[in-house]
């Protein structure tokens, strides 16, 4: 049977907890120490047997650690990926890899200098309908795709995610999600050739980093995409989609959803999850399911030497525009 990778989490904020979580439902992670700073988090910390830390020469030291999960601040990631892999240690960065594609780039090369194994934590990737999505482009079922329209759009309540608008963050949406957006731009519509337009706004949170952003790109193979990336301090209605439009039919991946496929003219819904009925319940039911494939994969690619489903070429090539993105918009 295959054993489980015994891992670390650094970060148990939102994210953190969520790793954790999906970690209980793998047969091929374990989670054995965590690295908080904030130690009124440690008592969040659930199962006796997971090690809380608040220094992170003491959780790098950690007996049977065997790879981390960086899950802190974007800021953080450089100090910690250069920790990691001065020690050895196999690491899972969580998205964004840094503020800045350059840096991105560094922290690739110092994982590349130790000889230490890194994938970045693309959870969108291993999300059911993301996978049934390209399973149905992949059997050409929908042509040549011709046209993609994105939408990122978060609803900063409940609760528990205003983490993702703290000011120490660096960047807004445009960070945060827009390195998932153009990752799923690059993934459906192929590399991108050229940035028609980018603008970026602060339209709804105060205003101490940009909550909108809207991206018109032109791909290499013709494809042409728009996107539309934001935050706002109420629930949202619409969450992540994703249209796809191809020669022969188009689909919408609705995010945490399932799918509504237009084959030529007939149209179905496919669901890919249970509803729950409560919102809490019915976002941790529907995000926990890719979390949970993802951390797998990390085990395979530490244990089993596989390659990880999203490149990390892939996400510096996503990185690469991201930076384009805040070099070329106009702030309206
Ligand atoms: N893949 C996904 O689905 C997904 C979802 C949300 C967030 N993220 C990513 O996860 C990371 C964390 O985001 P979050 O929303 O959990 O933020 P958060 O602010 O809720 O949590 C971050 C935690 O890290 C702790 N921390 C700060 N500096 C640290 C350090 N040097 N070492 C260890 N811990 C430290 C903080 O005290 C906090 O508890 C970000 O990179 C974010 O983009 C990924």
Redesign the pocket.
């Known amino acids: 049977m295959d054993r489980r990778l015994n891992v670390g989490i650094?970060?148990?904020?939102?994210?953190?907890?969520?790793l954790h979580q999906a970690a209980l439902s793998s047969k091929r992670i374990n989670v054995v120490a965590v690295?908080?700073?904030?130690t009124s988090?440690h008592k969040a910390i659930s199962g006796a047997s997971v090690v809380p830390y608040e220094k992170?020469e003491d959780f790098f030291r950690h007996s049977g650690l065997e790879a981390v999960i960086i899950?802190?601040?974007?800021a953080?990631?450089r100090?910690?990926v250069t920790t990691a892999a001065k020690a050895g240690i196999p690491i899972e960065l969580?998205?964004?890899m840094a503020v800045t594609y350059t840096e991105s780039l560094q922290a690739a090369e110092v994982a590349d200098k130790y000889a230490v194994p890194m994938m970045v934590?693309?959870?969108?990737h291993y999300r059911p309908e993301m996978q049934e999505a390209d399973r149905i482009i992949a059997s050409g079922e929908l042509g040549d795709i011709r046209t993609i329209h994105e939408e990122i759009v978060i609803g900063l309540e409940p609760e528990a995610l205003m983490?993702?608008v703290?000011e120490e963050?660096q960047g807004g949406v445009l960070l945060?999600n827009g390195i998932h957006l153009i990752d799923h731009l690059l993934w459906y519509g192929g590399p991108i050739k050229k940035l028609l337009s980018a603008t970026i706004s602060s339209r709804f949170l105060g205003g101490f980093h940009e909550d909108v952003a809207m991206l018109h790109a032109l791909h290499e193979g013709g494809v042409e995409s728009t996107s539309h990336l934001q935050w706002m301090p109420y629930r949202e209605s619409n969450g992540f989609k994703m249209k796809l439009y191809g020669t022969k039919g188009c689909m919408e991946i609705r995010g945490l959803d399932g799918l509504r496929i237009n084959r030529g003219g007939s149209v179905q819904d496919i669901s890919c999850y249970q509803d729950t009925g409560n919102y809490i319940e019915h976002f941790a039911a529907r995000?926990l399911p890719g979390?949970t494939n993802?951390l797998n994969d990390f085990a395979g690619f530490v244990l089993d030497k596989k390659a990880p489903l999203v490149p990390l070429q892939h996400v510096l090539e996503a990185h690469k525009w991201l930076d384009r993105a805040y070099m070329r918009a106009r702030r309206v």
Do not use: C, R, W
């Not at 650094?10 to 969520?18: E, L, N, R």
């Not at 690295?35 to 904030?38: C, I, S, V």
């Not at 934590?121 to 969108?124: K, V």
């Open positions: 650094a970060g148990y904020g939102f994210h953190g907890q969520s690295l908080e700073l904030d988090k992170q899950a802190s601040p974007v953080t990631h100090e910690l969580e998205k964004p934590g693309m959870t969108t983490g993702y703290a963050n945060e995000h979390v993802q």
